[in-house]
C-alpha cells in the first residue's frame, strides 16, 4: 500500500530543520492580499520525512542500483567526483546576477567547456543555454529560420525528418512554427536517397538527423545527404543523443552539419535525476554562429565576460532567465577533465565494443536484430516481433519480466518503424559479466514466455508493486492527493 | 472476430459511415479499436463547425498512441457524442453503435468514390494485418 | 581508463567472440573522408583529485559575501536533509519513469510533489516541472492560446512590471506560433486597470509580486481580463504563497493557469541553473498541459502505484502535434523541492516567508533614514524593494563588494532618470547583522 506523505500528516506536527521565528506581518502587507487558509503542506516529524523519501529512493531503479541499457538515453556511470565538484559552496551560493568582476571562477569553467565543445563537435561556436536536448533542438530549428529570414529566403518553412525521428523532431518543427515533412529510411536503416530528392526543394529550410540514427546504425549516406540539402538551399541539423557512440571517431561539423545539438546528461555522463535537468548546449558553424541564443562567454584582456544582445544583435534570443543549467554544465566541464582528449575517444570506443557484443551475444541465443547486416554502434535494435508472434509474449512483457531478473528494461517501442522493438544501450561503463548476465536473463524470459506465457505477461511479479493499470490511470484521473 | 457490418461505408483511414438522408453518422471501425486498444479520449469537433472530406476532425487516444479521424465526407457538423467523454470505453464495446463519434450534415448528396464497401475495407484489414 | 571496467582479457575475448582483431574494425562503416583521428586539442584526462583541486580553485574565486539580491533568485537556508536525500543514487541516477514498475520512488513523488503545488496555487492539477519559471511562462502563454481558441486572437498582453528576462524568454519563443507580445503600462510600478487594453486579448499575463517586488490588485485585473474574454495567467514566487491569496483566488474566478520558478523552494541559487518551473492549471484544461503528468492507479491485485499518464499529449506520441516538444522535467530539482516543502510543512513556509517580509521591511527602513536614499514607489512589497540612491547602483555595487556585500540588482537603463536605481532582498537567511552591516558600509560611505 503506497502511504503518500499526506497520510502520515498529523495537526501541528513539524520539523524542524528549518524554524525562524513566527511573526506578523500585519502593518506590512494589506489584508485582502492574504491568503486565508494555509496550504496543505505536510505537517510531519523530520524523521518521518527523511524515512518516507528514504523509502521512496529505494523503489526506484537506478544506475546506481541496476544495468540501466535504455536505448538513446546513454545511462553510462555518472561520477560521484564531479557531483561532489558542482556542490560546493563557491558554485552552489553563487548568485547569477553577480558581477562579471565577482564570477571569474564559473565564467572561466564555461568559457573552456565551450572550446572542449567546439572541439569535440567540430563547430566554430558553442552556446551552453539551452537546458535539455528538446531546448537545443528548437535553439537550431529557430536559428535557421533565423538565417533564412536575414537573406530574405521566406518561403522555407518546412524541415525535414526521417520517419525513425525521435517525437521531439517533429514537435520541435511545430513550436518553432515549420512544418515536418517527412523522409523514408531503408531497409538498412540509412535515409533513402530518392524519397530525400521528393522532399527537399525551395521549401526546405534544413534536415533533422541523428547519427548515429534513431536505428541505431551510422547513416553511411550522410555525405550525399548534406550535399543535396545544402544544393536546395537548406541546412543541416545534428541532433546529439548519439554522440556517444563517435566521440573522437567523426565530428558533426566535418560530416557538414550547419548548427548541432549536446546533450550532456548522456553523452557527458551529468545525472539524469529521474527525468531531468539536462543540458543542451548549441554549436554551429561559422554561418549560423551568428545566431546562437544569449547569454554566451567570451575572453578579453579584461577577463571573462557575458555576452548578450546587445554583442550578438542577430541572435534568436534568450531562453532562460539566467544562463541555463550551469550545475550541470559545471559537472559535464570537470567530466571532460577528468577524461581529457583521449579519455573521451576511449567512451566511443568501449561503448561500441559493448553494444556489438551484446548484440552478438544476443544474435547466437536466437534473438533477431533489426538490421542483421550492419554493425551496432553504441546501440543496436532487436526486434521481438517473431517472440510475440509465437508465444503471445510482447516486448513490453519482455521488459517488465526483466525487472524481476535485475535489469532495468531497455527503450521498448522505440524507433516506431521496428515491430516489438527493444532498442538496447549498454554504455562504455558497464562490465562484460553484466553484459553476459543480462544476455542469460533474456535466454531464461525466451524460454519462460514458450513455457508459461500466462505467468511473463503477468509480469513483474517480485517489485514493490505488479503491473499497473494504465487505462484507469486517464480514464479515472487521480492527479492530486487532496 | 471482426466485424465488418455490410450496410456501412468505411474509409481507408478506419472510419465507417452511415448515412441516413443527408446526414451522415461517422465512428470508427471494430477493426480500428481492436488495433488501438483501450480507448481513454476522444477529442471531438465543435458542433457547427464545416468539414471537408479526407481532412483531421477528430483524435482518438489510447494510453499509449493518438490517432486523428478524417472526416469521410464534406459538411458541417450537426451533432458529436458527448458521451464519449466520460464513457470512451464504448468504442472499444459497442464501435458501431452507442460508440458512435460524431454526425455530419452533408454538403454534397453522393458518397465520395474512396468510400469502401464492407467486403474491400475488410480485404484490405486482412492485407494490413499480416 | 576512467571508468571504463574492460581488462585486457575481457577486450581480447570480447573481439575473439566478435571474430575480429581490434576495436577499430568496428568502425568501418563511417566513410573515411568524415573520420576524425582522435581529439588531439585537448588535454589528456586527469585524476579526480587534480580535478577536484581545480574546481575548489574556481570555486574560491567566486565566493562573494552576505547576499541582498533577488531578482528572480534568492538566498534561502536548505536544510541538511534536503540534498543529503536528493543526492541519493536511487533519485540522482535514475532516468524518466516510463517504466513505471521500476519507478514507484519517483513517481509517487512527483504526484506528492503536484498535490503540494496545486495546493500552494489553490488550482485543481500541476504537471511534473518544466525548465525554469521564464520557459514556464512561454509555455502557459501558448497553452492559453490552445485553451481560449474563441477568442480568434493571438493578443498576449504582459505587464511592463514581468521579470524582463522572463520577457525577453517569452519573446523568443512564443513569436514563432505568430503570437504577438504587448505591454501593459506601468504608473508607480504598478499595472494599471486599462479595461481598453485588455479588448481583444487571449490571455493577459500577472506576476505577483511584480519584478519590482510590489503587491499588484490581482483581483480587479483577473476580473477585468476575463470579462473581456481573456484568460488570466499568474506568474508568481511559491515561497510568497505561505501568505498571499494564492492565483486560484484572484478575483472571482481565479486565474486560468499559474507557473513560476521554484528555486525559492530547496534550490540553490547555482548561478541561477538548475531550477525548474511550474505550471498549474484547472482540470478543465489539463489535456493541454505541457509536461509529464504522474496519476495514481492500481495494479492488477488493487494495490495503489502510480504512472506516467495522459501521455498522448507528449511528443513521444502525438509528434508533430504534442502540446509542446518538452521531454524532461526537471526531476531531481522536483525530488529537492518535495523534500523542502515536507520538511517545512504549512507553519515552517509561512515563517520563512514572514521572515523574508519583515527583514526585507527592515532593511529598507533602515536604508532610507540615510540621507538621500527613497523607495523609488509608494505600493505595499513582499521581499524585494527598489530604492533610489544619490550614487550610480553599479558603482555602488562594486564598492559593497569590497565589503563583502552583494548589495543589490542594479536596475540600469530600466528607468528614465538615469542608473541610481537598485532591487534589493533581505530573505530570511539575513540576519540583523547582516543588516546593520549593510547598512553601516552606506554609512562610512
Not at chain 1, 565538484?85 to 547569477?96: E, V, Y
Not at chain 1, 548476465?437 to 511479479?461: N, R, S, Y
Amino acid at each position: 500500500m503506497a502511504d503518500t506523505i499526506f497520510d502520515k500528516s498529523r495537526p501541528t506536527r513539524r520539523a524542524t530543520a528549518q524554524r525562524v521565528d513566527d511573526d506578523t506581518v500585519e502593518g506590512l502587507l494589506p489584508r485582502n492580499q492574504l491568503r486565508g487558509s494555509p496550504p496543505l503542506l505536510p505537517e510531519v516529524s523530520e524523521l518521518q520525512a527523511v524515512r518516507h523519501f528514504t523509502n521512496l529512493a529505494r523503489k526506484n531503479f537506478s544506475i546506481d542500483t541496476h544495468f540501466y541499457p535504455l536505448g538513446s538515453c546513454t545511462m553510462k556511470y555518472n561520477p560521484r567526483g564531479v557531483h561532489r565538484a558542482a556542490m560546493q559552496d563557491g558554485f552552489l551560493k553563487r548568485h547569477p546576477l553577480t558581477p562579471e568582476s565577482h564570477s571569474q571562477g564559473v565564467l572561466g569553467c564555461l568559457y573552456e567547456l565551450q572550446e572542449i565543445l567546439q572541439n569535440v563537435t567540430g563547430t566554430s561556436q558553442v552556446c551552453l543555454a539551452p537546458m535539455a536536448g528538446a531546448q537545443g533542438e528548437l535553439t537550431g530549428a529557430l536559428m535557421i529560420k533565423a538565417y533564412h529570414a536575414d537573406h530574405n529566403d521566406d518561403q522555407r518553412d518546412e524541415i525535414i525528418v526521417p520517419t525513425a525521428a525521435h517525437g521531439t523532431n517533429p514537435a520541435t518543427a511545430s513550436m518553432a512554427g515549420l512544418i515536418a515533412k517527412e523522409v523514408e529510411v531503408d531497409s538498412y536503416g540509412d535515409v533513402d536517397l530518392d524519397s530525400l530528392k521528393r522532399v527537399v526543394g525551395p521549401k526546405t529550410a534544413g534536415v533533422m538527423l541523428t547519427n548515429p540514427s534513431t536505428c541505431a546504425v551510422f547513416e553511411r549516406h550522410i555525405q550525399a545527404i548534406s550535399d543535396i540539402v545544402h544544393d536546395a538551399g537548406g541546412l543541416l541539423y545534428y541532433d546529439g543523443a548519439n554522440l556517444n557512440a563517435i566521440l573522437g571517431r567523426a565530428r558533426p561539423g566535418d560530416m557538414q552539419f550547419d548548427v548541432l545539438h549536446l546533450n550532456l546528461h548522456k553523452t557527458f555522463a551529468t545525472p539524469h535525476g529521474g527525468g531531468g535537468p539536462g543540458a543542451g548546449p548549441v554549436g554551429a558553424n561559422e554561418r549560423l554562429a551568428p545566431y546562437l541564443p544569449t547569454p554566451m562567454v567570451t575572453k578579453s584582456e579584461q577577463g571573462y565576460q557575458w555576452l548578450n544582445q546587445t554583442e550578438r544583435p542577430k541572435s534568436i534570443g534568450r531562453l532562460s532567465a539566467f544562463m541555463g543549467n550551469v550545475g550541470i554544465l559545471l559537472r559535464a566541464y570537470a567530466y571532460s577533465l577528468m577524461l581529457g582528449g583521449n579519455g573521451l575517444c576511449r567512451v566511443s570506443e568501449y561503448a561500441t565494443l559493448n553494444a556489438n557484443y551484446l548484440m552478438k551475444r544476443l544474435s547466437d541465443a536466437g534473438f533477431h536484430p533489426a538490421y542483421p547486416d550492419r554493425k551496432a554502434t553504441h546501440e543496436f535494435a532487436i526486434s521481438l516481433r517473431r517472440e510475440a508472434k509465437e508465444t503471445g509474449v510482447t516486448a513490453m512483457d519482455f521488459a517488465k519480466r526483466l525487472l524481476d531478473y535485475g535489469f532495468h528494461a531497455p527503450t521498448t517501442y522505440f524507433p516506431l518503424l521496428i515491430p516489438e522493438c527493444f532498442l538496447i544501450e549498454p554504455t562504455e561503463t558497464e562490465t562484460k559479466e553484466e553484459l553476459d548476465a543480462f544476455t542469460d536473463a533474456m535466454i531464461a524470459i525466451l524460454k519462460e514466455a514458450q513455457q508459461e506465457p500466462e505467468f511473463v505477461k503477468q509480469a513483474p511479479h517480485q517489485q514493490s508493486i505488479g503491473r499497473l493499470d494504465e487505462v484507469q490511470a486517464v480514464r479515472q484521473l487521480d492527479v492530486t492527493a487532496h | 472476430m471482426t466485424d465488418f457490418p455490410s450496410e456501412l461505408r468505411y474509409a481507408r483511414t478506419h472510419e465507417w459511415v452511415r448515412v441516413e438522408g443527408n446526414r451522415a453518422t461517422v465512428g470508427i471501425s471494430d477493426y480500428a479499436q481492436t488495433q488501438l486498444g483501450d480507448v481513454v479520449y476522444v477529442e471531438l469537433p465543435e458542433i457547427g463547425s464545416q468539414v471537408e472530406a479526407q481532412r483531421e476532425v477528430a483524435v482518438v487516444e489510447s494510453v499509449k498512441a493518438a490517432s486523428d479521424i478524417y472526416a469521410p465526407v464534406s459538411g458541417e457538423i450537426v451533432a458529436s457524442n458527448e458521451e464519449l467523454d466520460s464513457a470512451p470505453e464504448t468504442v472499444n464495446s459497442d464501435p458501431y453503435g452507442i460508440g458512435w463519434f460524431f454526425m455530419i450534415e452533408m454538403s454534397d448528396d453522393s458518397l465520395p468514390d474512396e468510400l469502401l464497401s464492407a467486403e474491400t475495407y475488410e480485404a484490405l484489414c486482412v492485407e494490413e494485418g499480416e | 581508463m576512467p571508468f571504463i571496467p574492460h581488462t585486457h582479457a575481457d577486450t581480447q575475448s570480447m573481439l575473439t567472440t566478435l571474430g575480429i582483431e581490434s576495436i577499430n574494425d568496428l568502425f568501418d562503416e563511417i566513410p573515411t573522408e568524415i573520420q576524425c583521428d582522435g581529439l588531439p586539442d585537448l588535454r589528456d584526462g586527469i585524476s579526480e583529485m587534480a580535478m577536484q583541486r581545480h574546481m575548489s580553485e574556481k570555486a574560491h574565486i567566486d565566493e562573494t559575501g552576505i547576499c541582498f539580491l533577488g531578482a528572480g533568485c534568492y538566498d534561502h537556508y536548505i536544510p541538511a536533509a534536503v540534498w543529503d536525500l536528493t543526492s541519493r543514487g536511487e533519485f540522482l541516477t535514475a532516468y524518466t519513469p516510463y517504466q513505471a514498475e521500476a519507478s514507484q520512488g519517483t513517481l509517487q513523488l512527483v504526484y506528492e510533489f503536484q498535490t503540494m503545488l496545486a495546493s500552494l496555487t489553490a488550482m485543481d492539477v500541476a504537471n511534473a516541472s518544466v525548465y525554469d519559471g521564464a520557459s514556464a511562462l512561454a509555455e502557459a502563454i501558448l497553452m492559453a492560446v490552445r485553451i481560449n481558441r474563441k477568442s480568434k486572437s493571438r493578443r498576449v498582453m504582459v505587464p511592463s512590471t514581468l521579470h524582463p528576462t522572463y520577457l525577453a524568454t517569452v519573446e523568443s519563443i512564443v513569436s514563432h506560433q505568430g503570437i504577438s507580445v504587448e505591454l501593459l503600462p506601468t504608473e508607480d510600478g504598478l499595472t494599471p486597470m486599462l479595461k481598453a487594453k485588455l479588448d481583444n486579448a487571449v490571455a493577459v499575463v500577472l506576476q505577483q509580486p511584480n519584478f519590482f517586488g510590489l503587491l499588484e490588485d490581482a483581483d480587479t485585473l483577473t476580473e477585468h481580463a476575463h470579462a473581456a474574454g481573456a484568460l488570466v495567467i499568474g506568474v508568481v514566487n511559491p515561497m510568497t504563497l505561505a501568505l498571499l491569496k494564492p492565483p486560484g483566488e484572484w478575483g472571482d474566478n481565479g486565474a486560468d493557469i499559474v507557473c513560476g520558478d521554484g528555486q525559492p523552494l530547496g534550490i540553490p541559487m547555482a548561478s541561477g541553473g538548475p531550477s525548474f518551473g511550474f505550471l498549474c492549471t484547472r482540470m478543465a484544461h489539463v489535456r493541454q498541459l505541457p509536461g509529464r503528468i504522474a496519476g495514481r492507479t492500481q495494479d492488477k491485485d488493487g494495490n495503489d502505484g502510480f504512472v506516467l499518464t495522459l501521455q498522448a499529449r507528449e511528443q513521444h506520441i502525438r509528434r508533430a502535434k504534442a502540446t509542446s516538444n518538452i521531454c524532461t522535467n526537471q526531476g531531481l530539482l522536483v525530488t529537492a523541492a518535495t523534500i523542502y516543502m515536507t520538511l517545512l510543512g504549512r507553519q515552517g513556509l509561512k515563517e520563512v516567508a514572514t521572515a523574508c517580509v519583515r527583514n526585507t521591511h527592515e532593511l529598507v527602513d533602515r536604508l532610507t533614514t540615510l540621507p538621500n536614499i527613497e523607495k523609488r514607489f509608494a505600493g505595499h512589497y513582499f521581499h524585494e524593494c527598489v530604492l533610489d540612491f544619490p550614487e550610480s547602483t553599479v558603482e555602488l555595487q562594486q564598492r559593497m563588494l569590497k565589503q563583502g556585500l552583494l548589495a543589490g540588482h542594479p536596475l540600469t537603463g530600466m528607468f528614465e532618470e538615469g542608473d541610481r536605481a537598485m532591487l534589493v532582498c533581505a530573505t530570511e537567511a539575513r540576519t540583523a547583522q547582516d543588516i546593520e552591516r549593510y547598512v553601516q558600509a552606506l554609512a562610512d560611505g
